[in-house]
């Protein structure tokens, strides 16, 4: 078939009649020059049975040797049974969609169809299923682990070793964490499938590669005379008079260290002589007597944090708790970083208490730990409570007694004795 069937002074020549005028230069190239002198470059072809044109300028912006040269890539494309008008609808789009998405950068927000973007849609659908903290928790490890390696990446194009290397970001002794945060991509790839964003989930065949979870070892002193000497020096840190208070309060109360930073005044009932408040990681509604060293521990505070909601407030800021850092740190400067840690206090009473014979069931009530029958649980929060009376006393006095140096008392003698 007959090529570059025109040239430039014929194109220039060609003046407007009554009706449009095909000039054609072959191979389906040609120019259609309007009645109204406007003269468009046209591309005609066939692709799997079906006519169709192709527009390629306007003359003279678009020269006969650039219409030529698109005409070239054009056919060479159906050639290759790609469809030209696919492209070019296809290289529109991702001008868009590249305009649009740096509009998004711009203000600070992800691209429309990225890891990141789908990640925030599918964070959105759970906000109201789970505890704001446990949300928090989420959101923090996806911007601290999973954001900076494929948050950008189209949700497509993300294959499972980008995945595995999300998890290799993430330090190897969080066996815990890494786990979650696999746990957590699948979800967000569960949500993409959901919604027509993703074929398959990536994730999935990472969960094989993770090394089983293994518990972390908490340190924690259970000789008596060890905690003596932890309790002397917490008598001698030097530290804020806030953060004394609550290293001196968590051995006498061995709640969970959370708990205890996130303890509020409304809580604490002086006349009844206890604190009330929900166990956030059991759910279930939990009562500590109070000790009288406890309540002196907080009489003494009380006139130091009482104008805030929380008994032990951020220093910085007496509207939000403490940091989570600022009793294991307290710990760790007084050269307990190995030995005994913050949560060590509830093994510490856990050992301790059972050696005397006090009731492993009053014990557990105490820690907080949810019975296997969680309708139980939810009704018996002042299950054993008066044995836990006598029990949380006389544990305060027994700390009180083994900090000034008094001679051990045998295993059993003290539950015995009450």
């Not at 056919?75 to 290289?91: F, L, M, Y």
């Not at 903290?133 to 194009?157: H, S």
């Not at 020096?233 to 804020?240: A, K, P, Q």
Request: overall charge positive.
């Amino acid at each position: 078939m007959a090529r570059n069937l025109l040239t430039d002074s014929t194109i220039r020549s060609t003046k407007p009649g009554i009706k449009d005028q095909r000039l054609n230069d072959g191979e389906g190239l040609y120019l259609l020059v309007k009645s109204t002198g406007a003269k468009w470059w046209r591309f005609d072809y066939s692709i799997q049975g079906t006519r169709k044109t192709l527009s390629l300028g306007v003359y003279p912006e678009t020269s006969l040797a650039n219409a030529r040269s698109e005409a070239v890539k054009a056919r060479s494309q159906v050639a290759s049974g790609i469809d030209p008008s696919d492209t070019r609808k296809a290289e529109k789009q991702m001008r868009q969609d590249a305009k649009a998405n740096a509009k998004r950068i711009a203000a600070g927000l992800p691209i429309v169809g990225s890891f990141e973007d789908v990640a925030g849609q599918w964070f959105g659908s759970i906000k109201h299923q789970i505890k704001e903290q446990t949300f928090n928790i989420k959101l923090v490890r996806f911007k601290t682990y999973v954001y900076p390696t494929i948050g950008a990446m189209d949700i497509r194009a993300v294959k499972s070793p980008d995945v595995m290397a999300v998890i290799k970001t993430v330090d190897h002794t969080k066996t815990s964490v890494a786990k979650a945060l696999r746990a957590e991509i699948s979800a967000v790839f569960g949500y993409a499938i959901a919604h027509g964003l993703a074929d398959y989930d990536v994730a999935q065949p990472v969960a094989k590669m993770l090394k089983a979870h293994v518990g972390g070892h908490r340190p924690a002193l259970t000789n008596p005379a060890d905690v003596g000497k932890l309790l002397r020096d917490i008598d001698g840190y030097n530290g804020t008079f806030t953060v004394k208070s609550a290293l001196r309060l968590l051995p006498v109360l061995f709640c969970r260290p959370g708990e205890l930073r996130l303890m509020k005044w409304v809580d604490v009932d002086f006349d009844s002589r206890e604190w009330r408040y929900v166990a956030f990681k059991t759910g279930i509604n939990h009562i500590v007597p109070l000790s009288t060293q406890a309540i002196r521990i907080l009489t003494e505070l009380l006139p130091v944090t009482g104008s805030s909601e929380y008994v032990f407030p951020k220093a910085s800021d007496s509207k939000k708790p403490m940091s989570k850092r600022s009793i294991q740190g307290a710990l760790v400067s007084m050269g307990y970083s190995d030995s005994h840690c913050a949560h060590g206090f509830r093994s510490t009473a856990s050992t301790l208490l059972n050696e005397q014979g006090w009731s492993p069931d009053a014990i557990e009530r105490q820690l907080a730990h949810m019975p296997r029958d969680s309708v139980r649980a939810a009704y018996n929060r002042a299950q054993y409570l008066d044995e836990r009376r006598r029990m949380m006393q006389a544990w305060a006095d027994y700390l009180e007694g083994i900090k000034n140096g008094a001679d051990i008392v045998p295993i059993g003698r003290l539950a015995k004795g009450n």
